[in-house]
């Protein structure tokens, strides 16, 4: 509970076996309700998750096998927060990489604000690698040109919004698109109510399987056809 809300942990999970345990014990108490979501893990994450289930009664491991690619980072992260329960939502990769305990100082700036949807930004950080730096500004320009958004972190994988914004996302992108278009729907629907909030980054657990370069690519061809074709579920009058 934070200030009288109740608070809710989404992660897509895909493969993470090895440290689940070590990742769900260190997630702090304040959190009233953990979701892992897993699409086709080949390892024991389901396993692993169900175990965990038994004796962490917040503690919730779901699966959604639809992928796109291969990819079901965006549908996972989709039934997480459809299957979400408290007032604040808070969505995290599930390899240790971003600072969940940051939550209450993010949530009173929020308030202070008045801001609904927050993009936790890794950027500006001199330690993250400089490729990866120049893939995300390059797609930050992109978003900056094609829909007037200026933003430090394109591919920010850690959000925080209150459960009466989720209405207004109209997710439907079940790859790593999910990313970028929660962002700019977000914005959309909100305007002044979305900002992005400074976090620091920390060392992953195990290894990621993420492709940059080809994940970068489309990520740049879709923010573009996004711009001019309407793909989130609101469909033009004939
Ligand atoms: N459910 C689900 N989770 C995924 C999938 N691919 C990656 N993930 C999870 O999404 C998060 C981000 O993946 P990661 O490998 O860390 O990519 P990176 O943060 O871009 O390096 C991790 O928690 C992964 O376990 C997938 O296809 N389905
Ligand atoms: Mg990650």
Not at 54 to 72: A, H, S, Y
Not at 187 to 209: N, P, V
Request: proline share 4%.
């Amino acid at each position: 509970m934070l200030d009288g809300r109740t608070v809710s942990l989404v992660m897509p999970c895909r493969n993470e076996a090895s440290f689940l345990e070590v990742l769900i014990d260190e997630i702090p108490d304040f959190f009233d309700e953990i979701i892992c979501v897993s699409n086709k893990s080949t390892d024991d994450t389901v396993e692993v998750g169900t175990r965990i289930q038994e004796r962490v009664p917040r503690f919730k491991m779901l699966q959604d096998n639809r992928t796109v690619n291969g990819i079901g980072y965006g549908y996972a992260h989709m039934t997480g927060i459809d299957a979400a329960e408290s007032d604040i939502i808070v969505c995290a990769d599930s390899d240790g990489t971003y600072p969940v305990e940051d939550v209450p100082r993010l949530w009173h700036m929020m308030q202070d604000k008045d801001i609904s949807f927050v993009s936790c930004t890794r950027y500006p950080d001199k330690q993250i690698p400089a490729k990866l730096q120049l893939g995300v500004r390059a797609l930050n320009i992109e978003i900056a040109l094609l829909y007037g958004l200026r933003i430090h972190d394109s591919l920010s994988g850690m959000w925080i919004f209150t459960k009466d914004v989720v209405a207004q996302l109209h997710l439907t992108e079940g790859d790593w698109n999910l990313s970028p278009q929660i962002k700019l729907n977000a914005y959309e629907a909100l305007g002044t109510k979305f900002k992005e909030l400074k976090i620091t980054q920390k060392m992953r657990y195990g290894e990621t399987k993420q492709n940059y370069f080809k994940t970068g690519l489309r990520h740049l061809f879709w923010i573009a056809r996004n711009r001019f074709v309407k793909r989130n579920g609101i469909q033009p009058c004939d």
